[in-house]
């Protein structure tokens, strides 16, 4: 029998309170186990944005951000170092953004294929739109090939676990303004050939968020063999 997932859409949400949130949720199922009482945790997958910030993950750098922070707080970015794995990255309007926060315990006790999952659903997301999305070996997250020389990165990964039940997760980019990418080193990687891209701008034209959410939903349900069913919104 399949894992039941709620849907919850926290729309436009800053990012603190959001991590905040998760936390609560991580926190709650953390204590069940404990418990002993498996059967009452419930998975979630929040779906959302954030007001422009940049987040600094557990193995990043503040010289990877390059503006100084007064110069982020008089642009209204703001700037935040949290728990996730990974290195610098923009959050900001035009992207979803996707916080599963399941109880690994109950499904596979493997980090690194829960990674490659997440990024299993956005490949295969990206064909629907007969876009080839790729992995490279060494850089976490989700590249569209070379066109004619740089990979474009359209999806950031980054993730916590605690006792198995996973929080933060992946950013992906609709209709992102890639000029805030320009104030920092994204992800880290400085490597020439590197650069980000979004879904608009590779197809040429606006692509619905709630049709980029539906399509996600679907392909997360075949490739974590789950079910999910929709909350309310907020």
Known sequence: MRQEVLLENWGSIPYQEARSRQQTIL???????????????????????HPPVFTIGKSGSMDHLLISEEQAENEHIEVYKTNRGGDITFHGPGQLVVYPILDLDQLFTDVHRYIRSLEEV??????????????????????????????RKICAIGVHLSRWVTMHGLAFNIATDLVYFDKIIPCGISEAGKGVTSLERELQHPVPREEVIDKLITHFETVFEVSINYGEKN
């Open 122 to 151: 956005i490949i295969r997301m990206l064909a629907d739109y007969r876009l080839e999305g790729k992995r490279l070996p060494a850089y976490t997250g989700v590249w569209l090939e070379p066109v004619p020389d740089d990979w």
């Open 27 to 49: 926190d709650e199922i953390v204590a069940l186990k404990r418990q002993g009482n498996p059967s009452a945790i419930r998975h979630r997958i929040i779906v959302c944005s």
